[in-house]
């Protein structure tokens, strides 16, 4: 019934930019809280980006602050993360993840809706 589909992944240069696209289907525009979550080879997923669908309200891991922007568009009802100053660190598979709660949360285990995700490839 809900289904995350993820888009815009590719391959940038260190210092470039790239946008993350996450049209939600069967999802109430105001559903919770949707995030973008990230895991690269032999390293352990981390959460990246939170949004509350409610209010707004916004978290972002440490390492992306400054960086990356999350954002909805509710019209296409479409989860963003706008990625600036990219670093090598950043490449990863990227996802984009859904929880009917309302609590903003970077932990993986608390969302129970995936997309299929996405790569992410810097290079210097």
């Known amino acids: 019934q809900v289904q995350l589909v993820e888009s815009g992944g590719g391959s940038v240069q260190a210092g470039g930019s790239l946008r993350l696209s996450c049209a939600a289907s069967?999802?109430?525009?105001?559903?919770?809280?949707m995030g973008w979550f990230r895991q690269a080879p032999g390293e352990e997923g981390e959460g990246v980006a939170t949004f509350n669908t409610g209010d707004g309200r916004i978290y972002y891991v440490d390492s992306v602050k400054g960086r990356f922007t999350i954002s909805k568009d509710n019209a296409k009802n479409t989860l963003y993360l706008q990625m600036n100053s990219l670093k090598v660190e950043d490449t990863a598979m990227y996802y984009c993840a859904a929880d009917g709660r309302w609590a903003l949360s970077l932990m993986p285990y608390y969302y129970n809706v995936w997309g299929q995700g996405t790569q992410v490839t810097v290079s210097s």
């Open positions: 069967g999802l109430p525009q105001r559903s919770g809280c």
